[in-house]
């Protein structure tokens, strides 16, 4: 599972990364809020331990904003301990709250205790038919495409090979594979028919279509979506 951790003091970043990396978590580094949202939305996090004071854009205001979005776990640290601190943080959306300085082993014990609910309650994105590169998202039980949380509307045809392509990230799909799996019936010269499909589908889903940064041609071989 991955786990992000922000805090503007590297040290203790660093110092919660080694306990959970120990417990087998893969961690993601912040060090203010602007930079903790760009991690949420560019990667599958699980769980979030965010501190309330922080440059450029504080704790209160990231989870708020991540809230709009993402309803994954998040711990809330801060040096301070008044009542009203802990209330505001657990009113703009925190599921927990430590106090500095802390024991990292209470610490984890919260951190496996959101994770365990989480799961249980199913809001984990554990879907096999759920397939993610970047903010590129393709749910296919709901058969919805996302960019960057934006939705995007596409034909049943695009959404069959956007969906083949994602869910295979990475890998480079021949022009007659595309076809074949999209229409499925045998390809006769597709190269013309796909070439189209793709060209809409970049339309919609990439800011310049011209300098795609998802579905990208591989000259002489086919297509494929980057893994990011």
Not at 1 to 8: A, R, Y
Not at 14 to 36: C, P, Q, R, S, V
Not at 66 to 79: D, G, K, Q, T, V
Not at 147 to 168: F, M, W
Request: charge should be negative; proline fraction near 4%; hydrophobic fraction near 40%.
């Amino acid at each position: 599972m991955n786990i992000l951790i922000c805090d503007d003091d590297q040290a203790i970043v660093d110092g919660i990364a080694i306990y959970l990396e120990n417990e087998g978590y893969k961690i993601f580094k912040a060090y203010n809020g602007i930079e903790a949202i760009e991690i949420v939305r560019e990667n599958q996090i699980h769980l979030i331990i965010m501190d309330i004071m922080m440059p450029k854009m504080d704790g209160i205001r990231a989870t708020m904003k991540i809230r709009e979005e993402n309803n994954i776990p998040l711990i809330m640290l801060s040096a301070k301990s008044e009542d009203t601190d802990k209330i505001l943080g657990l009113n703009m959306g925190a599921d927990d709250y430590v106090t500095k300085p802390f024991n990292p082993l209470e610490l984890i014990a919260r951190v496996k205790s959101q994770l365990r609910r989480y799961t249980t309650l199913g809001s984990l994105e554990t879907k096999t038919n759920v397939y993610k590169t970047g903010g590129l998202v393709v749910d296919d039980e709901s058969k919805t495409v996302t960019v960057d949380g934006e939705e995007i509307r596409l034909t049943p045809v695009q959404y069959k090979i956007l969906k083949l392509l994602t869910a295979n990230a990475g890998r480079v799909f021949s022009i007659e594979e595309i076809y074949e799996k999209a229409w499925n019936e045998p390809a006769f010269n597709p190269e013309n028919t796909v070439a189209v499909h793709i060209r809409k589908i970049r339309e919609k889903i990439e800011i310049n279509p011209k300098e795609p940064k998802y579905l990208k041609v591989v000259w002489g071989i086919g297509y494929k979506v980057e893994k990011l």
